[in-house]
């Protein structure tokens, strides 16, 4: 019959070979969501704050994302003229220096959790605007949501967009 003593060291050494023998087992990280594709946005589910700049009739976005390399093509129609935005980052939260208007930015894209987070910084001479934006998809990847924050020394709003899976 074996003591109190005798029992709590083999319990702790069983305790500590299971422990080591997991310890050399890593986890497999679930596999990132893909936002590749061509989406058409949903006006009727977008959410503009007042004072944005609206007039915008319909909209495209076209995103070719090959984990880490993430491209964004965005192309909105206001009063007859397409606005285009376009972007190429890396999903790792690299910073990218540019410059747009006179101004000179920085750009950065990253996960968080399921959800992309792209930042850009643009610097001019009246000062520093920030615009974050946060994309998820839902409905098992039929919707890509937008949540964005701008906030600059002459303007700040808060939008939410929806696309539409359209290929």
Do not use: C
Request: proline share 5%.
């Amino acid at each position: 019959m074996m003591r109190w003593t005798q029992r709590a060291f083999v319990a702790a050494a069983a305790l500590l070979l299971s422990a080591v023998a997991f310890a050399g087992e890593q986890p497999v990280a679930a596999p990132h969501p893909n936002f590749s594709g061509r989406w058409a946005l949903d006006l009727g589910r977008t959410r503009l704050q007042p004072g944005f700049p609206g007039g915008i009739t319909s909209g495209v976005l076209r995103v070719t994302h090959a984990e880490p390399a993430f491209s964004f093509r965005r192309a909105f129609m206001r009063g007859g003229e397409s606005e285009v935005v376009e972007f190429t980052l890396t999903t790792d939260g690299r910073e990218v220096a540019g410059s747009e208007d006179g101004m000179t930015t920085r750009s950065s894209l990253t996960w968080s959790g399921e959800s992309l987070l792209f930042v850009v910084v643009y610097k001019a001479p009246r000062g520093e605007a920030r615009n974050t934006v946060k994309y998820t998809l839902a409905d098992g990847g039929r919707t890509l949501r937008a949540v964005e924050s701008f906030r600059g020394p002459r303007l700040s709003y808060d939008n939410v967009w929806v696309f539409a899976k359209a290929e």
